[in-house]
Every structure is written in C-alpha cells, then in structure tokens.
C-alpha cells in the first residue's frame, strides 16, 4: 500500500499518516459546493472556523455520515468511512444544541451509545455514570435535560458522545448555546476534556476566541473552500483574508510588494519595515493607528492618509472608528482621545500608521 | 390581562367592562357572535333534548338487560381492537409519510385520507368486495385457510379499523412533522440503526401525538355504522355493536335506543374528559 507511485488515481494513495483523520469532503448542495481538505493526526483538535454558510456544519456533518459525500475521500485511521452508514462510524457528535433526549435521564443518554453498539443494560449504565463522574456529573445523573444548566447539558452532550470510544470527535458550535457568564468556564472545561482526547477531534465555530482557546490548528473555511490553515497565533498574525483580519481585529490589505513600499491593489501605497517584493498582504492592528484633526507635520517613515469616519463603537474604555476615505480602516483610541478629537460620523480626520507597526507579508 | 391599556378601536361602547362578551377591549362584531351563538345552539340542543326526554325512572331497568351490556361489551372490545390494529400499521405508515420520500407519496397520503370523507357505507361495500367469500382477496382466504371475515366479529374490527386508522394516521404524521428529525440524527450517530433510533428516540417523543390519535380513531371506531352495518351485519352479541343497536331500538322501543344513546354519551363525555386533561392542555 505504501508503494504506490504517484500516478495512481488520488483515491488510492494513502497521504496521510495511517493514524488519524485524512479526508477531502465534497458535497454539492444546490448551487452550493462544499470542498475542503482536511487532515488532523490522533490528539490534534482542529477548529473549522468560518462565517455562517460558509459550509462549516455540512463539513461536519459529511464526517459523520449524515450527508453523503459528493466525491472526495475520508479515511479514518486508514479505513475508508464515504461508504459506511452513520451508525457504523466511530464517531461521535456533539450537536450544537446537544439534542439530548428529553425523555431520558442524563444517565440514560449517555447509557444510549454503548448500549446500541451491543453493552447489556447494566453495562452500559455502568459506563454512562463512569463518564458522568468523569465530567462531574455524577449528583445530576438522574436530572432529566429540562433540569439541567447550559453548561451541564454540554457536558452530558460530549459524555454521550465520547461513551461510544469515538476515533473522531464532532462537535457542532459548542458554545453557541451558552450564555456569555458560563461560556468563559465552559470553554475552560472543555478544552481540558480535548486535551484528555486521544483521538481526533474536529470542532465547528464561527467564534475566533472558541476556535484559538480550544485548537491546536485552524482550518478557515469561506464559501465551501479553505481559505486559510494554521496554528491560532499563525492565523491571528498573518490573516489572508477580511473575514479573518476582521475576527482577529486587524486592517489587512493585499497589493503589489516592491522593498518596502506595497502598492495596494486599490488606493494609495503603505510603508511598511519588511522589504518584500511581488504580491504580498499588509496588515496592522487597529490600535496602531494614530487620528489627528490636523495634518500632522514632520513625516518619517510613516504612512498617513485623509480620512473620514464613518462609524464610531464603544467597547470597554476604547472607542473603534471605522474610516473611510484614500483607505478604509479601523482605528482604536480611549474615549478620552476621541472626545478630544470630537469624532462624529462625517467627521474628517488624518490617520497615521508607523512602517515598524505594520507586518507585511508574501501573498 | 397584563397587556397595555390600549383605546377601543371605534370607541362605540362605554366602559371596559359594560359587556361580558368582550376580550380585552376588543368588541366581537355582531355578524359573527348571532351565527356563532347559533352554531353552538345547534350543537348543543340535541344532547340536551337527550337529557330532558331521557326515561330516567326506567333507565335502571332498561340498563339492566343484557342486550345492552352484551353490545356495550362487543362495541369496547371491537372499538380497542380497531385502535390496536389502527397502532399496529398506522404509525409506521405514518412514519413513512413523514419521515421517507418515495415517488407518489403525496397520492398515497390523499389515499390513506380518502376513508375520512368516505361514506361510511362505502367503505363498508368496498370492504365486502375485498374480503367477501367472493372478494378479490376473501376468496382466497376462504379456500385456502377457511377464513371467513364478513359478518363475524372480525370482520366488525377490520370495518371499524378502515374507517378509524386515518385518524390515527394523520394525528401521528402531524406529530411526527412537528418533532424533531434531528434526534435520530442524534441517535445515529450514538449507533443506533433507524429502527432503534424511532422504537427508542422518536416513539417515546411523540407518544401524547400518538395517544391522542389513539383516542380519536377509539372514537370513532366506538361509533361506526355505515361500514360495520354493510360488512358485518347486525347479529345480536356477534356483530352488533352500541349504534347498532340504538339504531335497531329506535325502531319498535325508543326509551331503549334513548337509553343506549345516553350511555354512548357518558363513554364519549369519559373520553373526552380524559383526552383534555391528559393531552390536549398539555401540547
């Protein structure tokens, strides 16, 4: 099997590693076209992270056999699943709003699992209160789901799912049914229960925090393509594109590299302290961005642009402008510094941006 | 009662409270409360007249025969049977309406409700030309395995059974529309083969939709004539059930079909009792 040379069809060489997750999920959905790669090795936690209809759940559920895959190939530990029924899968799922059986104890939906792959009853009982220890839970084992909290609910969701033995675990926006007060502990929680996992699991957000605590690898997915792959701070430093410039909280620019000038694609040129040439990506944090009401004189090795602001946000102490104008941008400032500048929506404005505060990079 | 003061649209009347036909501030026109009033006077005044002309002095003694214990007892056993069979095949049809695609399934469904608007009657001669002794399947049955289904206390279940099941059926589908299909996704994905997921997810979720078409299609079993009369006949302790039998009293001894309607209606006010308290308020 690890002969083969590589004309062989895709289908029959084995990429990856016999270990773990190696697939290309393809489905076509009525004008929709989900196709991504996706590999993860056993104990890797890799977040599909991704604007809404992007195709993030249709990925998800494609692995768990929910929907048929168009083409493409999904191998787990070295055997192919496209063909196996969902039933037959070792994998588990934790859906986005747990789909807990209402009619049954906590106990019993998590008993549910291994008693249909063959456990007796008392077996499967055993196993479920095991897991429900494990997830402290072991006082709330008779609760019904009605009775449970948010967060205790979840909890039964991935003990349900990981009383199965799954290879790979699923879970579907595993925050999105919390409120925010219990999301910070949850989160916490259960990047402690991944971490334990010694398979692979793949998670699904549309939240850049849920996707950077709990993951070790990101996989950004636009449109049914995957735009972007790499650790959280990789990503988080180098976006390659606005969707995930705009999660990270970075202005991110493409253009035309040539020493340390990239002409932008359109609108003016940006200075930056990297010396590139070809096509590359400018970006900088919205906190690096400097707003004066007047031209400021005396420029260096700086970049400054005419400005007018379009839109103002307050968060925490700070205030976000958002500009528009020779460049569209975002600018963070205190409250104190946009009162003084007296911004308001129209407002013109020059902004300034150092080079050594920008990070260009190849495109 | 806690929503905002809002002014009378129109402003005719006085005070919130001048008439006791009104909800909230909101007056019910007079076109629709007259035939509203009348509808409920229709529906009302026939049992009420059952009531008022009902021989109370002589109920005891017409109750006591055995006649009308003996089709009481033959309409129960006949009218659950019905519903049993109704459980049986109905819910998965049901399922199978609701939960599969196959071509055709919008004409199988108009099919499976066709028995609601169906005479009665109908049904009952479609029946015996299925299940005669020279029916298209009857004659099968009764020269193979000497089975002979008109006229016998079977053959009451099955007409009963015909006419009842799309209740069931449809109350069922209803229900299972409504649930929802992601907890046997769920259930799948734990390991559990489609027939599982439904015997140990689905069923016990829509078990009051369930229930409730049970009692409805109960009903209406209890009270079938047309087609119980056209393919089982009217044997006393055989084929004669409970509407039968008021029918055949109301002909030589009304007190007597008064007093089997009355006790048609305490099983139906029961019924009912029971559906509202267990099911109806409930979903």
Redesign the interface.
């Known amino acids: 099997m690890t002969d083969l040379d590589d004309t062989a069809p895709a289908r029959a060489i084995p990429r990856a590693p016999a270990e773990g997750l190696d697939a290309r999920l393809v489905v076509d959905r009525g004008g929709f076209r989900l196709d991504v790669e996706l590999t993860a090795a056993p104990g890797e936690v890799v977040a599909l992270l991704g604007p809404n209809g992007a195709g993030k759940t249709t990925a998800l559920r494609a692995l768990?056999?929910?929907v048929p895959l168009t083409d493409g190939r999904l191998l787990l530990d070295g055997v192919s699943l496209d063909r196996t029924?969902?039933?037959?899968?070792p994998?588990?799922?934790v859906?986005q709003d747990y789909?807990l059986?209402?009619?049954l104890t906590a106990l019993d939906n998590v008993a549910?699992?291994p008693r249909?792959?063959g456990a007796t009853k008392a077996e499967a009982r055993a196993q479920a209160a095991e897991w429900l220890d494990r997830m402290g839970l072991a006082e709330h084992a008779g609760a019904k789901p009605r009775n449970l909290s948010g967060g205790q609910a979840q909890r039964v969701a991935l003990a349900?799912?990981l009383a199965?033995r799954p290879r790979l675990l699923l879970l579907d926006e595993p925050m999105a049914a919390l409120d925010a007060r219990t999301r910070l502990e949850v989160r916490a929680g259960l990047r402690r229960h991944l971490a334990g996992f010694e398979a692979v699991a793949v998670l699904v957000t549309h939240d850049p925090l849920d996707a950077m605590v709990l993951a070790d690898r990101l996989v950004v997915v636009e449109h049914g393509r995957v735009v972007q792959e790499g650790t959280p701070a990789d990503i988080a430093r180098r976006p390659r594109t606005d969707y995930i410039a705009q999660l990270v909280g970075l202005n991110l620019y493409r253009g035309r590299a040539d020493g340390h000038t990239v002409r932008l694609d359109a609108g003016p040129a940006i200075t930056t302290s990297e010396e590139l040439s070809g096509p590359a990506f400018v970006a900088f944090p919205p906190s690096a961005v400097a707003l004066f009401r007047d031209r400021p004189t005396g420029a260096g090795a700086r970049n400054l642009w005419r400005c007018e602001v379009a839109g103002l946000e307050t968060y925490g102490d700070r205030v976000r402008a958002g500009l528009t104008g020779e460049l569209p941008l975002a600018a963070d400032l205190t409250t104190v510094a946009a009162a003084e500048l007296g911004l308001h929506p129209g407002a013109p404005v020059w902004a300034m941006v150092k080079a050594t505060q920008t990070h260009a990079y190849p495109a | 009662m806690t929503k905002p003061a809002t002014t009378t649209p129109g402003g005719v009347g006085g005070g919130p409270r001048r008439t006791r036909l009104r909800r909230g501030t909101r007056a019910v026109p007079v076109p629709l409360l007259l035939p509203a009033l009348a509808g409920l006077a229709f529906l009302l005044l026939p049992l009420v007249s059952l009531l008022v002309r009902a021989p109370w002095r002589d109920l005891p003694e017409q109750l006591a025969s055995a006649e009308v214990w003996q089709a009481l007892r033959l309409s129960l056993v006949c009218a659950t049977s019905a519903t049993l069979l109704s459980l049986l095949v109905g819910v998965p049809l049901a399922w199978l309406l609701a939960r599969t695609e196959f071509p055709g399934r919008g004409l199988v469904r108009a099919l499976v409700t066709l028995p609601l608007v169906l005479p009665p009657v109908v049904g009952g001669v479609a029946l015996l030309l299925a299940f005669g002794r020279n029916g298209v399947v009857g004659q099968w049955l009764d020269s193979w395995f000497g089975i002979t289904l008109p006229f016998t206390t079977t053959g009451v279940v099955l007409a009963e059974t015909f006419v009842a099941m799309p209740f069931l059926v449809i109350s069922v589908e209803g229900t299972l529309r409504a649930a929802d299909p992601r907890y046997e996704e769920a259930a799948t994905t734990l390991g559990a083969s489609r027939f599982t997921a439904f015997r140990r997810v689905t069923l016990p979720l829509i078990a009051p939709g369930v229930a409730a078409g049970a009692v409805l299609a109960w009903a209406r079993a209890l009270g079938e004539f047309g087609a119980t009369i056209t393919f089982a006949g009217n044997f006393p302790g055989r084929t004669q059930t409970m509407p039968l039998a008021v029918y055949l009293a109301l002909q030589y001894d009304p007190a007597a079909a008064i007093a089997l309607s009355l006790v048609l209606l305490a099983v139906s006010i029961a019924v009912l009792a029971g559906l509202r308290d267990r099911w109806m308020t409930a979903s």
């Open positions: 768990a056999g929910l029924p969902p039933e037959s899968r994998v588990g799922v859906f789909l059986f209402p009619h549910f699992g249909c792959r349900r799912a199965t």
